[in-house]
């Protein structure tokens, strides 16, 4: 009767480390996946940012410039390049 004491103690208590190694893995795995979402966020994050200035710049030299291309393309009509610039504003 007690080798059979001893086997289901034994039987326990490799159960119980099984189960203790499971949930350590399980939670190390779940803190990894977490911090990989945030590490993919703050990557996101930093790209759409990147997107915006680029576009924010393209959109600056453009208001600005516009009129440039238009005045050089408008100088076969030297006497239209007043209202090409009041037409652009």
């Not at 039987?11 to 945030?38: C, F, G, N, P, V």
């Amino acid at each position: 009767m007690r080798l059979k004491e001893q086997d289901q103690l034994a039987r326990m208590d490799s159960d119980y480390q099984k189960r203790k190694e499971m949930a350590e893995y399980m939670m190390r795995r779940e803190e990894r996946l977490k911090a990989a979402e945030e590490h993919t966020a703050k990557k996101c994050l930093k790209r759409q940012k990147k997107k915006q200035r680029k576009k924010e710049k393209k959109m600056k030299p453009s208001l600005g410039g516009g009129e440039h291309p238009k005045e050089e393309s408008s100088d076969d009509n030297e006497g239209d390049s007043d209202n090409v610039e009041e037409a652009a504003s």
